[in-house]
């Protein structure tokens, strides 16, 4: 494998499959732009009616090369495409960049086609098919027809970046050469028939000219082996940056249980970055910023910063985008005050306070210096934001020169806002190390992203342990939807503890068992149809015990109403009291399965205070990871002691959502919906008790 994407990477020697003597068409591109930025390899035009292209002997077919190429790029149409892949793996090439498109993308029928190209591959590895490409910018290897290679040069930096579609990896490419952003390798997987995204992340995670790994994200086909190349990248310290598109949740299903309308695909995507250490763009503008910043290298160790400016709404603009986002803007502490004002005797500029306004006083280079050099100095801070204004943009060599003197200094991070419209200015300093910002929201994204990215270097919490079905549960008794005291049952099995309650029957109850439920109860339908029992009159509390005979017909009357169901049996529980509702719940999508946890009760798609944790098949959560999930929560204070309150039985709550999670590992594909809600979280030495819950099985 790596191998392969080594040869596709830096290849020696290329063959262009159907390449065009004009190149200015998408055919005659490939071989334009490797000459164009002086690929040092063998380059084998491929076309059976001409004789030669752009100076190169042009060869007829494939058999008739003088030498197995290390890379074929093949622009043939369909059915040409699936006899060039066969020929060039019988000949031992290891890697070949399908642009053909009509494959998976066009349906049933291309799905067909490019299921045939795979298997005429054979060993030989495949980009694409329908894809643009990919670029080897550190070498100077572009292997695409984009348009975007038209550009003379581009900044060799440390950012990689991966994209499942090919137009916005031309995007990406001439926005970071017009940013200044310097850039490794580029890579478009579309289709990924064979290919795909966790594979060149892998490759990119031991790639040592790759800092920081950038990805365009449409969907993620193979889940598992993703999230174990991410994880080699946080184990590695190289940073992800993702964006996803498709945010949308008009796709989601209807549900019977909280989870499903609390959970979606989105959410789920969210929950696996989070696991992963993935830093997510929300905004397509926040792509290349938050790389800007982490390819600088430097770490950010807190939330203080300096603000030096030379125009003073900016700096405003930048200390309230700060605040915002949680940074703090303190004035100078006493001795590097003493040292600004030291700079400019008088009262010229204000420079012992957050923002540091140098406006009036001018941008004299000794000024600059000694400011930029004082504020890198101070224990007071762990980062600086120069602005770049009118003034200091008028003397882009000032600020430039400034700059590096000041940087060999210290490792702290400095970024800048670039006033005015100004992106020569802005890519100048990007190119210092300093990256540059046109928003000053940008300012706080980027600062948001380095300190997430130095909170990863901590490692990562292992997951749980394998998980069985108990011996005493025979689970294949158990299809459907289960009623309720069917759902608790099952928990119970998997350790679970729920409340006290017995089954009567409705025409005639046997009451005895009731006596000991205590002296009020919860009276509740027991219905295998209807799971949100309140909204049709089948729930009622604090009933006493006296009185169940009669509300039990009358709820039986007014379900019969609501719902047009005739109710068989009744569920009488003890009345819990005294504790936090709190759910567990699990949603299962094409990305896998996760555990949801958070505030319970009627009122739980109200607050949607939830966590989110993605689980390993067949694997559980462990203790540590359901305890950072709940103390993620708005309401964790609530379960810690908030305000003088009893703390909650935390380790009881900690052991039960383990206990799901091992239950959900345990019963794989055959449990379909399940949740408890709620599940009452009572004081610490008191336990949990399951009060209520769904499961659904096929």
């Not at 003073?312 to 940074?327: H, P, Y």
């Not at 700079?343 to 010229?348: E, F, S």
């Not at 529980?573 to 555990?595: C, K, N, W, Y």
């Not at 944790?613 to 694997?619: D, F, N, V, Y």
């Amino acid at each position: 494998m790596s191998n392969a994407i080594q040869k596709l990477m830096e290849p020696r020697s290329i063959a262009v499959i159907g390449a065009s003597t004009d190149p200015k068409k998408t055919a005659g591109r490939p071989i334009a732009y490797l000459q164009k930025h002086h690929f040092k390899g063998k380059i084998y035009p491929v076309n059976p009616r001409v004789e030669e292209i752009a100076g190169l002997k042009c060869y007829p077919d494939i058999g008739s090369l003088p030498e197995t190429p290390d890379v074929a790029i093949i622009m043939v149409g369909t059915d040409k495409a699936l006899s060039a892949v066969q020929e060039l793996s019988q000949r031992g090439t290891p890697a070949a960049i399908v642009l053909t498109s009509g494959f998976a993308e066009h349906g049933p029928e291309g799905l067909k086609k490019q299921e045939e190209l795979i298997a005429a591959a054979g060993a030989m590895r495949i980009l694409g098919p329908n894809t643009i490409g990919m670029v080897n910018v550190t070498d100077d290897i572009p292997l695409s027809p984009s348009s975007a290679l038209e550009m003379d040069e581009f900044p060799k930096g440390g950012v990689s970046v991966i994209s499942q579609s090919g137009g916005i990896l031309g995007s990406l490419l001439s926005r970071a050469a017009a940013s200044g952003l310097g850039l490794s390798k580029l890579v478009s997987t579309s289709n990924e028939a064979d290919l795909g995204m966790a594979d060149f992340v892998n490759y990119l995670v031991d790639d040592a000219s790759t800092k920081v790994i950038v990805l365009y994200i449409e969907s993620i086909r193979h889940p598992e082996r993703f999230r174990a190349a991410a994880l080699r990248a946080r184990q590695a310290g190289k940073p992800i940056v993702v964006y996803k598109v498709g945010k949308s949740e008009a796709g989601i299903k209807a549900a019977v249980s909280h989870t499903g309308a609390l959970a979606g695909t989105d959410k789920m995507y969210d929950a696996l970055f989070k696991q992963t250490g993935i830093i997510r763009a929300n905004k397509f503008s926040d792509f290349l910023d938050i790389p800007a910043a982490l390819s600088s290298g430097r770490v950010l160790k807190g939330k203080r910063v300096a603000i030096l400016t030379s125009t003073g709404g900016a700096g405003t603009l930048v200390a309230d985008s700060l605040g915002e986002w949680g940074f703090e803007t303190p004035v100078p502490d006493e001795k590097t005050a003493a040292r600004l004002r030291a700079l400019q005797p008088g009262d010229q500029a204000v420079l012992d306070r957050n923002p540091i306004d140098v406006t009036l006083a001018g941008l004299q280079p000794d000024l600059l210096r000694g400011a930029i050099s004082a504020l890198l100095d101070s224990p007071s801070y762990d980062a600086l934001i120069l602005i770049l204004g009118s003034s200091s943009l008028s003397m882009p060599d000032l600020m430039a020169g400034a700059v590096r003197d000041c940087m060999q200094t210290s490792e702290k991070p400095v970024i800048a806002y670039v006033s005015p419209h100004a992106p020569i200015a802005g890519a100048l300093m990007t190119k210092l190390g300093v990256p540059a910002f046109s928003q000053p929201e940008s300012c706080s994204v980027a600062l948001s992203s380095m300190l997430h990215a130095s909170s990863l270097r901590g490692g990562i919490t292992a997951t749980g342990s394998q998980s069985t079905i108990p011996k005493a549960l025979d689970a294949s008794l158990l299809h459907g939807s289960l009623n309720e005291h069917q759902a608790r049952n099952l928990f119970a099995a998997f350790g679970i503890p729920g409340v006290r309650e017995t089954v009567v029957n409705a025409q005639q109850p046997n009451l005895d068992a009731v006596n000991d439920l205590g002296e009020k109860c919860v009276l509740k339908i027991l219905s295998n149809e209807i799971t949100h029992k309140t909204e049709v009159g089948g729930v009622a509390l604090n009933i006493p015990i006296a009185e169940i005979a009669e509300k039990l017909h009358a709820m039986a009357a007014e379900v019969k109403i609501k719902s047009g169901a005739d109710i068989e049996q009744f569920l009488v529980q003890e009345m819990a009291s005294g504790g936090m509702e709190f759910m567990v719940g699990m949603h299962r999508d094409p990305l896998g399965t996760a555990i949801l946890v958070g505030m319970g009760g009627v009122t739980a798609e109200l607050f949607k205070d939830t966590n989110m944790r993605l689980i390993s098949p067949g694997k559980a959560l462990s203790s540590a990871e359901v305890l950072e999930m709940l103390q993620e929560l708005k309401t964790w204070p609530l379960l810690d002691g908030y305000r003088g309150r009893p703390r909650c039985d935390v380790d009881a709550l900690v052991n039960a959502i383990v206990q799901f999670s091992t239950m959900v590992a345990a019963m794989g594909d055959r449990l379909i919906e399940c949740e408890i809600n709620p599940i009452f979280v009572f004081p610490a030495g008191h336990g949990v008790k399951a009060a209520d819950g769904i499961a659904v099985l096929n």
